[in-house]
């Protein structure tokens, strides 16, 4: 604790004297305007030493969406972590992000492009994890890393894994236009700030617009939302489409989207509780889930694709195998951006079956998100300065996070910078028709709710749904049987928690 | 015979330490990466599992693994091992039985003399090039062969023909199967040619005698070639055995949908595997249970292998030991009795 | 051939058999062979011609954009892929595996055969012993010890050296040693003042050619194919990636699903080991039987 005063009293001296004053609602301001601020330095002091009040002091400090708030500029590395290292290593699962941050982060920090390189684990979103594992165990050279919302927790309450982003000269006060859950998901248990967000991940249905005029007759996204506005009114809609479709197009891509769907926008408590998975407690965690997955999946209203499988996304198109096997799906925004599964799902522009630019974005039956990614500063980093120029690029500064919406068609973790594009009007995703799918999503954004995410989530997700898949392929003969299963998983997987 | 091997004896009183140093670069390097880590899991096994590896637990893992416990860990935990080894053997027995049978019918007729099978040659080489193709590789083959997924081969032939598609990986008997096919298109080539370098051993002179006698194909292989292959017989079921115990590849990878593993088709290599593997699926290594898993295998292995090897166990080895022990059996009551009377 | 009757009638047996056995083994050879062509072929289709002919005996023309779509393009399916990697790193792999693998197997029959010391049948029957563990057993423990207490993840030095001691290869080795070497060859050999570890070299090697021949090529293939251990160990340097962990890779690879590029992944993975066997088959194979007539 003392180290950490004294690290911050020195911070907090390097912030006096060399304080970027950015002002994130106007469109010129650089990091290169400094202004020298006393009372951000000082804010910045109390606010991290006071941990447990860190929390209340951010929720007020937040601005309503479109108002941006000033938040300092990037501060100095305090000197704990290595310098000068060769290259900024970034390690993630996936590239399509990365190739658009790097000239993003370029132009805003002035660092050479070429300083940065990832390392891809080329594992699925799922198996990342164990490779990140395998990663740090073999030393590798590791200068920053991507987490996604299902397992983050468990890298930043790792000090072996993780080192807190002040270290870096990125502190909390910085979030203050951020949405709130990212901070919140950003902290480890001690509360300490060890992950930032540059993306907030609500989710949305997005459907063939051309089937739902050819089978339902309806035109605008509005009207589609009011056929699906709530689950039951899902199912029923997803009956007319199966009907008229002559028994061939589900109403959704897969159990996992639906699972997502519902997990994320009307589960209420979290699945662990004091170190224990109960059975009462998992069986109000999945309300009806199970029951309705089952009806719905034996109707055909739920594909019988899985996620991340070949028979996934093809199921988009208009030709092929999987030609119409799906009305729409469930995707977040990471999904429906510039070299998104979504860009995937509807095959090259002008190819055989290609639905390039046929679908449409409504909210769906629930307020929902999926997933998520933190960037998280390894402690055997050799390049802290350059780490802490890149998180700021992509999770604090205004300009360069605009800049990145534009580039990839993410929505980025800033509010007045997502209130700013959706009122241009400015934004059309060709892969939407043209529609704006900030401007649907922007309140779900507002709303997420990460509070009872546990580190655990991930396996419970993966587990939950290989063992309703198989409850609904028939290779588990009770909704009984299938909770059974499900925490028998569980309770094989997780060591340090106890599955009742 | 006899006289050969006192001669030999006498003669290489002085050259033992050759032997020594001829077989000590083998223990130096086994001692160091495989005994050292056999004793490693050996340790573990005693230790808990994720956070709590620090903690001795005497044999709660082997119990946990054997009989399972009063909490739901323990239950599942004895659920999964138990159907991992009915799985391992189900899936050993339904390879070795194809491959053996294939392999010993093959190399019999390539040997044999009398037929006259056009392209030999290429038979031999075409049949043991499966083996040669990494099993990874075979794996991603005939995941888009046949699979859950809908657009692997056989299901979209089975859409066009107006059927639903099969998830093939869900069904126990076709997954097995499948399983068990691929084992068997892997290895009947690489065991034939091990029987064929067994009875191109015997010495040449038996088949021409058997010829001259008038011995039929049949009777041929019934007297000497099947007797005098045992060995090698025996050796491919042992190294088939150890190499079924720990069957792992196609098992591990036949799945579509990452970390899917199915329960039908779990060998108890697949369940260690998973359970000293800190990733997804288990979230923090359990040593313990893999360990305690690791040493039940050991000894299964060990039983089987020690039935196998008795029969292996040349008959005048026996004899020779036997005399051995007899002689010093002998000496020491004479060392004995000298030493008694020594005393009296 | 006599005139016999008898003798014409067992020629026809003879005949009928062995047409038999043709028909029998040309059946084999298929189901050895189709999986591979159609994969070949199917490796030169795209994905659209696929999905809708997905099994097929012609090559088509979109080899090209298939290896584009696994190299490292615009937007590679496949970004950690690269063919070339993989072969250098498994051929440097598997090669000098099998050349520890037999020549110190070799060597440790032969000390065990040849000379006759204290505790040669307590090291013959550890060997036995422990040609029994499998390698599932020890890997616990050895992750543990390679990657944690020695820090070698991703180091070849934990897939190579172990192949030094490999007690199955030495039990062939000494059953065949056992029965094909002559150990009168050794005495003779001191006689003629030929010193140990060259009677080893120069008389023993030679004459357990066909035997090294057939432990070489089961222990190059395994080494190849080895998943599992190289898997444990090479956890996260893609420069050092093999083959097998490459393909594994390639499956893994979730949002870009092209069942073209996956078959062309697949099959250059295969290709150019399917050729080098073929053109050492001969050798192989033909090696192989020689050896066993010769002895």
Redesign the interface.
């Known amino acids: 604790m003392n180290n950490l005063k004294k690290t911050l009293a020195l911070m907090a001296a390097l912030a006096m004297t060399a304080t970027a004053f950015v002002g994130c609602g106007d469109d010129d301001t650089s990091s290169s305007t400094t202004e020298a601020t006393t009372t951000a330095a000082e804010e910045t002091t109390e606010g991290d030493v006071a941990e447990e009040t860190t929390e209340g002091d951010v929720a007020e400090e937040t601005t309503e969406a479109g108002e941006a708030a000033e938040v300092p500029a990037l501060g100095t590395p305090d000197g704990t972590l290595g310098e000068g290292g060769d290259a900024l290593t970034i390690l993630c699962w996936t590239e399509d992000d990365l190739t658009h941050m790097y000239d993003v982060v370029a132009n805003q920090s002035g660092m050479d492009k070429s300083m940065m390189v990832y390392k891809n684990v080329g594992a699925n979103g799922t198996e990342a994890n164990e490779k990140y594992t395998q990663m740090f165990a073999s030393d590798e050279d590791v200068d920053l890393y991507f987490c996604d919302a299902d397992w983050n927790m468990a890298y930043q309450n790792n000090d072996e894994y993780s080192a807190p982003l002040s270290a870096v000269g990125i502190t909390e006060d910085m979030y203050a236009n951020a949405y709130e859950y990212t901070v919140a998901m950003g902290k480890d248990s001690n509360g300490v700030l060890k992950g930032a967000s540059w993306q907030a991940a609500a989710g949305g249905y997005v459907y063939r617009a051309d089937l739902a005029e050819q089978y339902l007759g309806i035109t605008t996204p509005e009207d589609m939302q009011a056929m699906i506005s709530d689950w039951d009114a899902f199912w029923a809609t997803a009956a007319e489409v199966y009907t008229a479709s002559g028994e061939v197009t589900a109403m959704t891509d897969s159990l996992g989207g639906v699972w997502r769907a519902y997990s994320n926008g009307n589960r209420a408590t979290a699945w662990v509780q004091d170190g224990t998975i109960t059975e009462d407690n998992a069986t109000a965690c999945l309300g009806d889930f199970i029951s309705m997955a089952k009806t719905n999946y034996d109707a055909g209203y739920i594909s019988t694709a899985t996620q991340w499988t070949d028979d996934w996304l093809p199921q988009g198109m208009s030709a092929g195998a999987q030609a119409n096997k799906t009305f729409g799906f469930f995707f977040p925004t990471w999904a429906i951006g510039a070299n998104s599964s979504l860009e995937q799902a509807q095959g090259k522009e002008g190819t055989e079956g290609s639905t390039y630019g046929m679908y449409n974005i409504c909210e769906g039956p629930t307020s929902w998100f999926w997933g998520g990614s933190w960037i998280c500063v390894s402690p055997k980093t050799d390049n802290a300065t350059e780490a802490g120029q890149f998180i700021y690029a992509m999770t604090v500064d205004a300009t360069s996070m605009k800049a990145y919406v534009e580039s990839k068609g993410d929505f980025v973790n800033n509010k007045p910078v997502m209130a700013e594009v959706v009122a241009d009007g400015t934004n059309s995703n060709p892969l939407l028709g043209g529609q704006d799918q900030f401007a649907v999503l922007a309140d779900s954004a507002a709303n997420i709710d990460m509070s009872i995410a546990t580190q655990y989530d991930a396996t419970i997700n993966s587990e939950l749904q290989n063992a309703v898949q198989a409850y609904c392929e028939g290779t588990i003969a009770s909704e009984e049987d299938c909770v059974d299963e499900f925490l028998n998983k569980l309770s094989e997987a997780l060591t340090d928690v106890t599955v009742e | 015979m006899m006289a050969s091997t006192a001669q030999s004896r006498i003669k290489s009183i002085s050259y033992a330490k050759y032997g020594y140093m001829f077989i000590a670069p083998f223990f130096i390097v086994y001692a160091f990466f495989q005994i050292w880590p056999l004793i490693n899991t050996f340790i573990l096994s005693f230790y808990g599992n994720g956070d709590a590896a620090s903690e001795f637990v005497g044999l709660e893992n082997y119990q946990t693994l054997l009989f399972g416990g009063d909490n739901r860990r323990s239950r599942a935990l004895n659920d999964t091992f138990i159907q991992s080894f009915i799985n391992t053997v189900i899936l050993w027995v339904g390879n070795f039985i194809p491959q053996i049978f294939l392999s010993l019918l093959l190399a019999v007729w390539f040997t044999d003399s009398k037929l006259h099978i056009p392209g030999k040659g290429f038979f031999k080489v075409v049949m043991y090039l499966p083996n040669i193709i990494t099993a990874v590789s075979v794996a991603a083959l005939f995941m888009r062969f046949i699979s859950n997924s809908q657009t692997s081969a056989v299901n979209i032939i089975l859409a066009q023909m107006g059927n639903e598609p099969i998830k093939f990986e869900n069904d126990p008997t076709w997954s097995r199967g499948i399983v068990m096919f691929i084992q068997t298109w892997m290895w009947f080539g690489n065991t034939m040619i091990m029987m064929m370098s067994g009875i191109l051993g015997i010495n040449p002179s038996l088949f021409e005698a058997a010829n001259i006698d008038g011995a039929s194909s049949g009777q041929t292989l019934r007297k000497i070639t099947l007797p005098l292959l045992k060995p090698m017989v025996v050796y491919t079921l042992i190294t088939s055995m150890i190499g079924g115990l720990q069957m792992f590849d196609i098992p591990f990878l036949y799945h579509t949908a990452a970390g899917d593993i199915k329960d039908h088709l779990r060998t108890v290599a697949v369940f260690i595997y998973e359970q000293f593997r800190a990733g997804n699926n288990v979230h923090n290594p359990q040593y313990g249970v893999a360990g305690a898993a690791s040493i039940m295998l050991f000894i299964v292995t060990a039983i089987l292998g020690i039935f196998v090897f008795r029969m292996n166990r040349d008959q005048d080895e026996v004899r020779k030991k036997k005399e051995r022990k007899e002689l010093v059996k002998e000496y020491k009551r004479q060392q004995k009795l000298a030493k008694n009377g020594g005393l009296d | 051939m006599e005139h016999v009757g008898v003798k014409d009638n067992y020629m026809l047996i003879?005949?009928i058999?062995?047409i038999g056995?043709?028909i029998v083994?040309l059946l084999?050879?298929a189901?050895?062979?189709v999986?591979?062509w159609?994969?070949i072929c199917?490796a030169t289709w795209d994905?659209?011609h696929?999905?809708?002919t997905?099994?097929n005996f012609i090559p088509g023309g979109d080899f090209a954009e298939n290896f584009y779509n696994i190299s490292k393009g615009e937007?590679a399916q496949?970004?950690?892929f690269n063919v070339f990697t993989g072969y250098r790193n498994s051929l440097i792999i598997a090669g000098c595996s099998t050349i520890l693998t037999v020549f110190?197997?070799a060597?440790?029959a032969?000390?065990?055969t040849?000379?006759?010391?204290?505790?040669?049948d307590g090291?013959y029957t550890l060997?036995?012993?422990?040609?029994?563990?499998?390698?599932?057993?020890?890997?616990?423990?050895?992750?543990?010890?390679m990657?944690?207490t020695l820090?070698l993840?991703?180091s070849y030095i934990?897939l190579i050296?172990?192949a030094?001691?490999a007690?199955?290869v030495?039990?062939?080795m000494r059953?065949y040693m056992k029965?094909?070497f002559p150990?009168?060859i050794v005495?003779a050999a001191?006689i003629d003042g030929c010193g140990?570890f060259r009677t080893?070299i120069s008389i023993a090697i030679p004459m357990c050619k066909?035997a090294i021949a057939?432990q070489a090529i089961?222990a190059f293939?395994a080494n190849?194919?080895n998943?599992?251990t190289q898997n444990m160990i090479i956890?996260?340097?893609?420069d050092r990636y093999t083959?097998?962990?490459m393909?594994?890779?390639?499956?893994?690879?979730?949002?870009?699903?092209d069942?073209g590029a996956?078959?062309a992944?697949?099959a250059l993975?295969?290709i150019p080991?399917?050729v080098i066997?073929?053109c050492l088959?001969?050798f192989?194979?033909?090696g192989?039987?020689l050896?066993?007539?010769k002895?």
Request: proline content about 7%; hydrophobic content about 50%.
């Open positions: 003879q005949r058999k062995s056995c043709f083994c084999l050879a189901i050895c062979l999986p591979l159609v994969m199917n994905r659209f696929l999905s809708t997905p099994i937007m496949f970004p950690d110190f197997s060597m440790t032969y000390g065990l040849v000379y006759n010391f204290k505790i040669r090291a060997i036995l012993a422990v040609m029994m563990i499998p390698v599932q057993v020890t890997s616990t423990g050895f992750v543990q010890f990657v944690g820090g993840a991703n934990p050296l172990p030094i001691a007690p199955a030495v039990f062939y059953q029965s094909s150990l009168d005495e001191r140990e080893f066909p057939v089961f293939v190849w194919n998943y599992y956890l996260s340097d893609t083959m097998p962990i393909i594994q890779n390639v499956l893994g690879q979730d949002k870009h699903p069942a996956q078959y992944a697949v993975s295969i080991i399917v066997y073929l088959s001969k192989i194979v033909g192989v039987a050896g066993g007539v002895e």
